[in-house]
């Protein structure tokens, strides 16, 4: 199809808070609440048609910038003043298609976010949220997911000097040979401060669902499983031996490790794998070890080869997947893969497959991962679960569903909708409506709607204004 090419007309950001389950642990930070960016967008076309779309995200603290100067409102802070000059930014912008949007506005918004000390990371998450939101009107206001949609490139994706490795390629050939996932294994994240077995407890939260490992993992089957490393290997050994002790009884299970950035150098990183090695207890574990995610710091990151720990297992980049490019120099380091994030952005998705079809095809063993940052059930959720379903892959990290409960903190008529119209997606329980689990498996068959994953839209009513950003700090 040809690409439309729309304007943005109108944005509008809110937001509301909510609580976790259970604290999550996962670097430097211990999470047990946040708050939910919602942004709406509304776009009208070369004939006058105007349509509404919707992307939300978490303002995560602590994940898109470390600095441990700043308070979680101020990393709160940084990514509504990406927003607001994303959002300013595409306003102004003119008539374009969806990927011209991103891709001839991508340096300027780096730029103007880099003139206030805001981080390529933190950028992305700006961008990533409108493109979203303009993708899903898009697709909306032609009555086509983002399933069709993509494949017939209603983005108007192209070869673009925002990724000159990629100047000739085929995005035709590569948009229309893409198929979408109808289930996804959810890789489930332990992380550094979940129990294992009941002894690891004080006291039991009694709220009927899951809270340790063992439970975990005789409530919801999961055959793939994220676990967190803390960059110490004495301790990391010892857990790392009570989680085996439970995985092992399963029939058959993967699992990827995440160094979220706690070593200094690859070598780091190496002596625990050296560690594992040499302990008997985790043999099988070890072996179940599909990849090493992100294990140093993003500031060396992509200064230090990964070739000793390469050779054992794949390692990604996650954290450090600030730039456009940071792919590309990773590669170059020995890395084989980058997560895929929504918060990231879809656009970058899309470029990083084709540079993994594009090295494959040359004798590479390049891939994407699909990695969680905690996406809360409805809106959220879905747009990144249609986003690793586009990109075909067979699992994706998944943690809201297990520290966060449902849809808590959301009008229970907005619940309620979203179970309506995805009924293979969540399941109707006695604490309300939550994310369905068969087997380890998520059905997204309903995802195949017009928009970007999903139809429904939260109560707008039932969030706050986002407010300005108090950034850059007095």
Not at 93 to 109: E, K, L
Not at 213 to 233: D, F, I, M, N, Q
Request: charged fraction near 25%; hydrophobic fraction near 45%.
């Amino acid at each position: 199809m040809s690409a439309p090419r729309f304007t943005v007309a109108e944005i509008e950001r809110r937001e509301w808070p909510f609580t976790l389950r259970l604290p999550f642990r996962f670097g430097v930070v211990t999470v047990t609440g946040g708050r939910q960016a919602v942004l709406r967008l509304r776009l009208r076309d070369a004939v006058g048609r105007e349509a509404w779309g919707v992307a939300a995200e978490s303002l995560a603290a602590k994940w898109f910038d470390k600095d441990p100067a700043l308070s979680d409102a101020q990393n709160e802070d940084q990514l509504r003043r990406s927003l607001e000059l994303a959002s300013a930014a595409t306003l102004a912008a003119g008539a374009n298609t969806a990927f011209g949007h991103f891709a001839d506005g991508y340096a300027a918004h780096g730029a103007a976010c880099a003139a206030e000390g805001l981080n390529p990371l933190v950028a992305s998450f700006g961008r990533a949220l409108v493109d979203r939101a303009a993708l899903d009107a898009l697709l909306k206001l032609h009555g086509i997911s983002v399933f069709a949609g993509m494949r017939a490139n209603i983005g108007g994706m192209a070869p673009h000097a925002v990724a000159p490795d990629l100047a000739g390629l085929d995005v035709a050939a590569l948009l229309a040979g893409l198929r979408p996932a109808r289930r996804i294994h959810a890789r489930h994240t332990v992380g550094l401060l979940d129990p294992i077995t009941a002894a690891d407890q004080t006291a039991r939260l009694g709220d009927g669902l899951p809270e340790t490992l063992e439970e975990v993992a005789a409530t919801y089957h999961h055959r793939y499983w994220k676990l967190k490393v803390s960059g110490r290997v004495e301790a990391d050994l010892d857990r790392l031996c009570r989680i085996a002790a439970v995985l092992d009884r399963l029939h058959l299970y993967h699992a990827t490790l995440d160094g979220n950035e706690q070593y200094a150098d690859a070598e780091g990183a190496a002596a625990l794998w050296r560690a594992m090695e040499a302990e008997p207890r985790l043999a099988r574990l070890r072996a179940s070890i599909l990849f090493i995610e992100q294990p140093v710091a993003r500031a060396r990151a992509l200064e230090t080869g990964m070739a000793a720990l390469a050779a054992a297992r794949p390692v990604i980049i996650d954290e450090s997947d600030g730039p456009l490019d940071a792919f590309v120099q990773a590669r170059a380091l020995g890395y084989a893969g980058v997560s895929s994030k929504s918060c990231k952005g879809l656009w970058r998705s899309l470029i990083n497959l084709a540079r993994c079809r594009a090295w494959n095809a040359a004798g590479g063993q390049h891939f994407l991962s699909g990695e969680d940052l905690t996406t809360l059930a409805g809106v959220s959720v879905q747009q990144d679960l249609a986003l690793v379903a586009l990109l075909g892959l067979a699992h994706v990290e998944r943690n809201g569903h297990h520290f966060i409960d449902g849809f808590a903190g959301r009008p229970k008529a907005e619940a309620v909708r979203f179970l309506e119209a995805h009924p293979d997606l969540y399941a109707d329980t006695p604490r309300g409506p939550r994310l369905r689990l068969r087997e380890g498996l998520l059905e997204l068959g309903s995802l195949d709607v017009p928009g970007l994953g999903a139809r429904e839209e939260p109560d707008y009513r039932a969030m706050e204004a986002m407010p300005p950003a108090a950034w850059p700090p007095a």
